[in-house]
């Protein structure tokens, strides 16, 4: 997690393109799902791991949170963030998520979106978090899917024509580093099998209360005609649980 591309600025520029990036939460093809998934947030406390524009800590705000700290590795990221994201309430860190550190039962709610596959040991967040939540708090996080991190190159088989025809995967029960490219860009990311994801919940006490492979919403697969590959094979997950 520690490697930060997102301040190099090619790498930034190219991120600032996409579509999550430009309009928000309704820009991420995952978020009509996740949306619904998080509970109430009238008066609660919350942590947004890895918050790149402060899109769901804005969400947060509005939605009645007393208070929201978003941490994120990249200046560049927070810089935006508090320029097009900065409300009353929320205050934003740079801090890697592996140097995170607080009291225990300090928030009611943990968010993280997209961002767990970076860090290497999914165990010491998941213990980190349970510890900070209060009782009852909940967690709730997007990850990309096993079986789209397993092979690594993260891209399709094509045919001599170029069309697309599978989604490989492979290695998928040998855990760990994955060099792929994002963006143009070497990237580190780390692959763990949907087992792990869940026993290490399980482990530290979570219980779980909703598992989603999300599809892309009706809308994106009428505006967006290639939306349509995003239906060959998960590309997200995304985990609720329960402390």
Known sequence: ???????????????????????????AGEWHALKHMLPDFTGKKILDLGCGFGWHCR??????????????????????????????????????????????????????????HYVESFDTIAQNIYQWLTSGGHFVFSVEHPVFTAEGSQDWVYDK?????????????????????????????????LTSYLNTLLKHGFKILEIIEPEPSQEMLKEIPEMKDELRRPMMLLISVEK
Request: charge should be negative; aromatic fraction near 12%; hydrophobic fraction near 30%.
């Open 1 to 27: 997690m520690k490697e930060n591309k997102y301040d190099n600025p090619s790498f930034f520029d190219q991120y600032e393109k996409m579509l999550r990036s430009q309009l928000g939460l309704e820009g």
């Open 59 to 116: 969400y947060a705000m509005e939605n009645g949170a007393k208070s929201v700290i978003g941490i994120d590795l990249s200046e560049k990221m927070l810089t935006k963030a508090r320029e097009i994201n900065s409300l009353e309430g929320i205050q934003y860190e740079r801090k890697a998520l592996e140097d995170v550190s607080y009291p225990t039962e300090q928030f009611d709610l943990v968010l993280s979106s997209l961002t767990l």
């Open 161 to 193: 024509n170029g069309d697309k025809t599978c989604w490989p995967v492979d290695r998928y029960f040998i855990e760990g580093k994955r060099n792929t490219t994002f963006l143009g860009e070497n990237v580190i990311k780390y692959h763990r099998t």
